[in-house]
């Protein structure tokens, strides 16, 4: 039997989509990146975008994270001194997450003056909400927050 390529199509749950939706008409203060880092073979490291989470200034937050197969955006609960306790017990160091404030970057300074006024999400026919891609409205800007071949991608898309 021939294996098939078709990759199973993720939705967000109705508890993530509440989360997402309840991110409008706030103002981020702070964007952090969280990055997987593997530094176990030949002395090369492997990084990708594995989480992005937005301090509000009302000092909530909101984590959104690739699943563990890569296949889907979620929204977690994410506690970076757990995960990288539990990650050096496992793996002595090789793997961890590594915190980066990206605030002041050229993809999110020019946003964090606005509210978002708008969390675009993509739908099929039943009214399920496609897992791969985020589209943030900022005022007169956007931002994709997606699914990429090793994590997440953020970009400035074009209108």
């Known amino acids: 039997?021939?294996?098939?390529?078709?990759?199973?199509?993720?939705?967000?749950?109705?508890?993530?989509?509440?989360?997402?939706?309840?991110?409008?008409?706030?103002?981020?203060?702070?964007?952090?990146?969280f990055?997987?880092?593997?530094?176990?073979?030949?002395?090369e490291a492997v990084e990708f975008l594995?989480?992005?989470e937005f301090t509000f200034i009302d000092k909530e937050t909101i984590c959104i994270s690739v699943s563990e197969l890569m296949d889907a955006l979620e929204v977690i609960d994410f506690n970076i001194i757990a995960v990288n306790k539990e990650l050096y017990d496992?793996?002595?160091g090789d793997v961890y997450i590594k915190e980066s404030d990206v605030s002041n970057s050229d993809v999110w300074q020019n946003v964090?003056?606005?509210?978002i006024n708008e969390?675009?999400?993509e739908?099929?026919?039943?009214?399920?909400?496609?897992?791969?891609?985020?589209l943030l409205s900022f005022g007169p800007e956007k931002?994709?927050?997606?699914?990429?071949?090793?994590?997440?991608?953020?970009?400035i898309p074009s209108l």
């Open 50 to 52: 594995d989480k992005i």
């Open 112 to 115: 964090l003056e606005y509210e």
């Open 143 to 155: 931002r994709l927050i997606s699914l990429g071949q090793q994590g997440i991608v953020v970009t």
């Open 1 to 33: 039997m021939q294996e098939s390529n078709f990759t199973e199509v993720k939705f967000f749950s109705a508890s993530e989509l509440n989360q997402l939706l309840l991110l409008e008409n706030q103002q981020i203060q702070k964007v952090t990146y």
């Open 90 to 92: 496992k793996f002595e």
């Open 35 to 43: 990055n997987w880092v593997n530094k176990a073979k030949n002395d």
């Open 123 to 134: 739908m099929n026919e039943k009214h399920e909400y496609f897992s791969d891609k985020i």
């Open 119 to 121: 969390v675009q999400l």
